[in-house]
């Protein structure tokens, strides 16, 4: 390989000593025609996550740059905060591709064919790519985020804003670093609600084309541990309240960077995650009311059945909500 770095990977680690094996071997079983480099930040870790670390940095150090914290970064600056700090000062590639410690990179030609794409597409943000899903619970059969068999295509902005999962991973990511390194407002908003790949997403969508590559990549553990926030969002009432809060939250900072077709739809959507909030809340009466009404209509029979339900026996739907140990609104 001759030039200069061309990819920076960007790897967030903690107590990942079980998985973290997986990241860095997908890292430098990548085979490509040019340079790339993998920054990888121990972030204080509890568990033996660091000296696979170092055993991986030892074994590749021109492709390994390990950081290694002394005090965990992501509670004191949360996540925009640690890469500003440890990783934009540090990266020198032209392209930003990113992946947590619990997940992995499954094909070694990821990093090729997405700077292919990019170097031939001046015109395109991002290249993305298809990510198999891996509940570590077993609960669910393994599955690709995204049907297969659709072909490459472009992803717009009004998929991106229905969720990443409607879209992308944050492990298939691979964008121009000058719109990962200048984050917009929105982004922080998202990012103190403890996410930031929705916003990444969209901050993409909005500056150019993402490019898809109907292949699957790339890993996504579901559940890796009790501190994973996939495995917090499906179990707990109270943070999937927080999400949808969240998400709300970078929405109303979102729209004054959307034209009007733009503007419109993310309306819908935030009309969808206020439904979402009113029923995880309890406050099913709003549910069959104007402007959500129209929401409450397409659900199914069932569905709509126990809304009613609840709505006519308020005190037995109280002491459900008591007896399940939900919060009050």
């Avoid at 740059?65 to 996540?79: A, D, H």
């Avoid at 000058?178 to 407002?185: K, M």
């Avoid at 809340?281 to 069932?302: A, F, M, S, W």
Wanted: proline fraction near 5%.
């Amino acid at each position: 390989m001759t030039g200069k770095c061309k990819v920076s990977v960007l790897c967030t680690a903690f107590n990942h000593e079980s998985y973290i094996r997986d990241a860095l071997e997908g890292f430098v079983s990548q085979k490509t025609n040019f340079p790339f480099e993998v920054l990888v930040n121990d972030d204080c870790s509890t568990d033996g996550t660091a000296d696979v670390i170092r055993e991986y940095a030892a074994r590749y150090p021109d492709i390994i740059r390990p950081f290694y914290q002394e005090e965990n970064l992501y509670s004191r600056l949360g996540m925009p905060g640690l890469f500003s700090t440890v990783f934009y000062p540090n990266a020198r590639g032209k392209y930003f591709t990113l992946c947590e410690g619990d997940d992995y990179w499954s094909d070694p030609e990821k990093l090729q064919r997405q700077a292919d794409f990019l170097d031939a597409h001046g015109d395109y943000t991002a290249c993305v790519h298809n990510t198999l899903l891996h509940f570590c619970d077993g609960s669910r059969p393994d599955a690709p985020l995204r049907p297969e068999g659709e072909g490459d295509r472009d992803v717009d902005f009004f998929t991106v804003i229905h969720g990443p999962s409607h879209s992308f991973h944050t492990s298939s990511i691979m964008a121009r670093r000058e719109f990962i390194t200048d984050p917009p407002d929105f982004h922080y908003a998202a990012a103190q609600h403890g996410f930031t790949d929705y916003a990444v997403g969209l901050w993409l969508a909005l500056n150019g084309k993402i490019r898809f590559i109907d292949r699957v990549m790339s890993v996504y553990r579901i559940g890796s541990n009790s501190q994973a926030w996939s495995a917090k969002l499906g179990a707990h009432y109270a943070k999937l309240k927080e999400f949808i809060v969240g998400e709300l939250a970078m929405m109303e900072k979102l729209l004054p960077h959307l034209d009007g077709a733009q503007s419109a739809a993310t309306r819908e959507v935030m009309l969808e995650r206020e439904y979402e909030l009113y029923y995880i809340e309890g406050r099913v009466d709003k549910l069959v009311q104007p402007p959500y009404e129209k929401i409450y209509r397409t659900k199914p029979l069932n569905t709509r059945l126990v809304i009613r339900l609840k709505i006519m026996f308020p005190a037995l739907h109280s002491a459900y909500r008591r007896r399940r140990g939900y919060e009050d609104y």
